[in-house]
């Protein structure tokens, strides 16, 4: 499918960009998480702690096999570490045109604070964060057709960039 695919790390601003995104070019906005969310009837976290992340991983890959097949074109926000799963892969690429939302550690830092993602759960969220960020950051950059850095510029300006390079 052509679908538009927002991916970076936790508080890059993906469902935020990715709901924007739909609404300027009028098509669906779907968020993976929300959608495993809203069929658990659980947020991420009860899932995490009652069936394991592993079971939320498979979650993932379903709702992702799904979407490729529907025709509808959307803007589709996936998890953080949706593309990190080897065996999402494959199917990432047959979503559609890939936008990376790039950042520094300290952007997502100051952007986390507070935040309930079982993945930051305890001491040293900075240390968590970074490492993370390492990680991952090669792993989202050989996925994106297209990328751009947030936390730099305004919001709106980030937004016209993405749009001015959307085929
Ligand atoms: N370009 C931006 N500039 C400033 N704040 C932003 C930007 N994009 C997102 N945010 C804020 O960062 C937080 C995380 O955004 P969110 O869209 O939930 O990220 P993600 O879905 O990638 O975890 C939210 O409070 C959001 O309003
Ligand atoms: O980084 C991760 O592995 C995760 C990020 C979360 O998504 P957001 O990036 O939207 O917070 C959510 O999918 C889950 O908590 C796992
Ligand atoms: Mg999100």
């Known amino acids: 499918m052509n679908h538009i695919v927002v991916i970076g790390f936790m508080g890059s601003g993906k469902t935020r960009v990715g709901k ?5 070019l009028g098509l669906t906005f779907v968020d993976v998480d929300k959608v495993i969310v809203r069929k658990m009837n659980m947020s991420v976290k009860e899932i995490f702690q009652r069936f394991g992340e ?8 379903m709702t992702v096999k799904a979407l490729i097949e529907d025709k509808e074109k959307k803007v589709i926000s996936l998890g953080a570490g949706l593309p990190v ?8 690429k047959q979503l559609g045109t890939v936008v990376y939302l790039k950042g520094s550690a300290e952007t997502f830092r ?9 993945l930051l759960e305890g001491d040293n969220q900075e240390e968590k964060i970074k490492k993370l960020l390492k990680q991952r950051d090669p ?13 730099v510029k305004p919001f709106e300006e980030l937004i016209k960039e993405i749009e001015s390079k959307l085929p």
């Open 20 to 24: 924007r995104l739909s609404s300027d």
């Open 54 to 61: 592993p079971y939320y991983r498979a979650l993932e890959t």
């Open 85 to 92: 799963q080897e065996q999402n892969e494959k199917y990432i």
């Open 110 to 118: 100051k952007r986390l604070e507070g935040n309930n993602n079982p």
């Open 139 to 151: 792993i989202y950059h050989k996925f994106a057709d297209i990328e751009v850095v947030t936390g």
